[in-house]
């Protein structure tokens, strides 16, 4: 069986699969289940395009590593075939705990085990069916690699996780302002004492990057209508869940039902737990969601209207906190009119922030290198006032309530 395929991206054109163990992972049911898990959660409900897939994230940061593996080598820094198929693996495998939706199955019904913990499960499986051919690849992955630069490509400020999901979510959502030139950066990477940095020609191309990143997570990632409806998901599964523990029958593939009827911690995610993820999907959530609409229970079936026929709350976003009294008026409101208890209120009315941070100086900085061999914090190093004001925290206040 010829294992060297050529995939065909939207973005990057042709895509090469580098060897057979590449492939064969590809072929694997574990990571087939991305071909059925949203890169965008919800976004879709506001950008109708953002369909696009973890699958097609992953293949996309293969490209990039292979383009940065060449880079680099070109440049004479030393990467062995071993350390090459390592971080391929590794990029390939970064996403693969991510649940239904992303995001939204962590906080409802998977409790206390975050998606980079569950890809880290997975890998380690993954490693026992292919005889530890995975083992320098979770080395890698975890940061335990002497090699600083080879996990900076996998999880840094300017990983190619980041470089491929700015310009592909930026591609799907038609949102230009995301659109990061991801060739040109990779071709201004160099390894400096074993960490990755950037050379001075490429700094506009960062500050670009990082105000690119900003300026996505506000008007894509962060959206209002999307955080709203991610926010109702979590709370139709979090209902959902609540009447599953109160022994009541609720219409969901068997894997769903699984994890609704089952109280999931770290410590219980055991392999047959592992098993039941894998075969869990947005298909699942968006069937069960479907025919929770027709529950007896009111809460539930508002709710998962509200998601099925795009009927979504009001939501406010402000740059300060809002006042308890108004809190107080909208909570009453809408208790009189729903006709429920103080408790059952939480699903109705949405309090909490948000936040993004662009750039951090503390968490592994973008070092500029200058052809004197100095290195520079790209903060440093930049003419751009604004970079200084992008290292602060953005925290924003929302409340979202029926309208």
Known sequence: ??????????IYGFITI???????????????RLRRVSQMGMSYMVYPGAHHTRFQHAIGCIHLMQKAV?????????????????????????????????HALEHSIVNKISHEEISLKFMEELNIEFKGKLTLAIKIFKGKHIRKFLNQLISSQLDIDR?????????????????????????????????LVVEEKG??????????????????????????????????LQRAKELAEKGEKLEASKALQFFLYHKIEKKSFDKTVLETFSQLDDYDIIAAVKAWQNHTDVILSTLSKAIIQRKLPKIRLKNYPIE???????????????KISETELSYFVMEGTVSNHAYSVKQSPIHILFKNGKLKDIVAASDHLNLQALTKPVVKYYISYPK
Not at 18 to 32: K, V
Not at 165 to 190: H, K, P, Q, W
Not at 331 to 338: C, H, L, N, R, W
Request: proline share 1%.
């Open 163 to 195: 470089l491929d999901y700015l310009r592909r979510d930026s591609f799907y959502t038609g949102v230009a302002e995301g659109n990061v030139n991801a060739e040109r950066l990779i071709t201004m990477l160099n390894v400096k004492e074993e960490e």
């Open 18 to 32: 580098p060897s057979e163990l590449i492939f064969d992972i590809i072929e694997h049911r574990y990571f087939q």
């Open 203 to 236: 700094i506009y191309s960062v500050e670009k990057f990082i105000i690119a990143r900003r300026l996505m997570y506000w008007q894509v990632y962060l959206h209002k209508t999307g955080l709203v409806a991610e926010n109702i998901l979590v709370k139709v």
């Open 70 to 102: 060449h880079v680099l080598r070109f440049k004479g820094v030393e990467i062995s075939n071993a350390e090459e198929e390592a971080l391929q693996v590794a990029i390939l495998l970064h996403d693969i705990g991510h649940g239904a939706f992303s």
């Open 324 to 338: 308890k009294e108004e809190v107080r008026r909208i909570k009453k409101e809408i208790q009189a009119k729903y």
């Open 1 to 10: 069986m010829n294992k060297l395929k050529i995939i065909n991206d939207p």
